[in-house]
């Protein structure tokens, strides 16, 4: 069984089947890891969705773009300008689509490989064992009717900024979610700066990127969510894999054991990386 890692899809069917093409990727045996943001921006939201629920061993975390659109298909939110979501919206098997995406977790780990996946990364405040316990937290929150309705209610907004051990309710599940799927710049104190969305070397003053907090834990973090990075982060320990497409960039597959990668750009070239950091 071989395994991939694959970045924010936003949308786009076509470069995931030329990618997994690349890879002679066989969905009843091999496994494919996705870093959320499965939808928004791209054209094929509906049949991407769709794929996706028929691969055997998919491993799907949510991205901030995919709970937007729960949001916005419960009434909470309008969509924005930007939003391509109508294919779902108005699909006949919405129902069945959006149940699916609001079962998917924040974090996914393999212990054997020791190798965790969140969308946007794991703060320094956490260890990996935590990260999960409080993953399931808001997993447990997205899987009950009642606070599930909270829940979206109460997702949007910038505060809490840091993590507290005794924040509960919606600031508690709040600052869990924006740390797992928002999160870029993080302060010392584990604080999170949810405005800058631009490259590492450029951060706002008295922040930093999240990983380069971190201590090595023996751990690889897989995720996306940050455009602006191309998936340099220095350290073969924190794989981002959000390398541009949606934005005239790269989709990147990532093999989680041979740990080169394959990437596909709009005008469909198609290039392959040797391991190590890119460069």
Known sequence: MARYAVGDLQGHLQPLLKVL??????????????????????????????YLRTLPHLKAVLGNHDLHLL??????????????????????????????????????????????????????????????????????????????????????????????????GTDRWRVITNYFTRMRFVSEDHQLDLEHKDTPDNPPSGFRPWYEWREPDNWQIIFGHWAALTGRTGSEEYIGLDTGYGWGGWLTLYDLDQHTRVQVNPNGEVRRLVPGPIS
């Not at 959320?36 to 049949?47: H, K, M, S, T, W």
């Not at 969509?79 to 079962?103: G, H, I």
């Open 21 to 50: 093409a690349e890879v002679d990727f066989k969905p009843d045996q091999d496994e494919l890891w996705l870093v959320g943001d499965l939808v928004n921006r791209g054209p094929e939201n509906l049949a991407l969705l769709r």
């Open 71 to 168: 949001a916005v298909a419960r009434g909470v939110r309008p969509p924005r300008p930007k939003d391509t979501l109508a294919d779902v919206l108005e699909a006949e098997d919405r129902a069945e689509l959006l149940t699916w995406l609001q079962q998917r977790p924040l974090c996914i780990r393999d212990e054997q490989h020791r190798q965790i996946m969140t969308h946007a990364g794991i703060p320094a405040c956490w260890s990996c064992d935590e990260a999960v316990a409080r993953a399931a937290e808001v997993e447990a929150v997205l899987q009950n009717p009642e606070l599930a309705g909270q829940f979206f209610h109460h997702m949007y907004g910038n505060t809490p900024t840091g993590w507290d051990e005794t924040l509960t």
